[in-house]
T-cell receptor, first 106, second 115 residues
Framework: QKEVEQNSGPLSVPEGAIASLNCTYS??????FFWYRQYSGKSPELIMF????GDKEDGRFTAQLNKASQYVSLLIRDSQPSDSATYLC??????FGAGTTVTVRA | NAGVMQNPRHLVRRRGQEARLRCSPM?????VYWYRQLPEEGLKFMVY????????ESGMPKERFSAEFPKEGPSILRIQQVVRGDSAAYFC?????????????FGSGTRLTVV
């Protein structure tokens, strides 16, 4: 089983701040990476995926991939209370990180 | 185009009974994955299936658990002789091809409670 590690949480940020989430993976051959958001009691939903080194931006979300260092991160800019959720990093091979719970304080 | 459909949404079983969880993938998706999520924990992979084939069951307990994805009909996760430790949310996800290039679409999950 391919391993995925996420930085420990929970993470609490004030409204309007940047939330930064990190994830490392063990399989150097992994080609694509996904970030899922899971609200309490709900199922995970895909919010970002990234295949290439560098940054990928989608609205207030930016995914960053560094294959040499085997890490992928997610930045949430201008955090809103509605961003409060658990964020899961996933790599092909069906491995998910344990998740980082983000709380945005109004 | 309906999403991934799981039923039942909630299932209560007494210890020793059998639990059957069903998952219908999105239309056009032939790959199905089952995950278990214990309270306050992350998603744990259980099994990966294609039609009539189990591709990877490395995350599934060797005893009491089985899964199938028949040529016709939904995928079934079966738990025999349930115990209290089986209480969890079970999520099914599907993708059109292998996991390498596509994310997964999740169903709403089945919350199993063993009393």
């Amino acid at each position: 089983q391919k391993e995925v590690e996420q930085n420990s949480g929970p993470l609490s940020v004030p409204e309007g701040a940047i939330a930064s989430l990190n994830c490392t993976y063990s399989d150097r051959g992994s080609q694509s990476f996904f970030w899922y958001r899971q609200y309490s009691g709900k199922s995970p939903e895909l919010i970002m995926f990234i295949y290439s080194n560098g940054d990928k931006e989608d609205g207030r979300f930016t995914a960053q991939l560094n294959k040499a260092s085997q890490y992928v991160s997610l930045l949430i800019r201008d955090s809103q209370p509605s961003d409060s959720a658990t964020y899961l990093c996933a790599v092909p091979g069906l491995s998910f990180g344990a998740g980082t719970t983000v709380t945005v304080r109004a | 185009n309906a999403g991934v459909m799981q039923n039942p949404r909630h299932l209560v079983r007494r210890r020793g009974q059998e639990a059957r969880l069903r998952c219908s993938p999105m239309k056009g998706h032939s790959h199905v994955y089952w995950y278990r999520q214990l309270p306050e924990e992350g998603l744990k992979f259980m099994v990966y299936l294609q039609k009539e084939n189990i591709i990877d069951e490395s995350g599934m307990p060797k005893e009491r658990f089985s899964a199938e994805f028949p040529k016709e009909g939904p995928s079934i996760l079966r738990i025999q002789q349930v115990v209290r430790g089986d209480s969890a949310a079970y999520f099914c996800a599907s993708s059109p091809q292998g996991a390498n290039n596509y994310g997964y679409t999740f169903g709403s999950g089945t919350r199993l409670t063993v009393v």
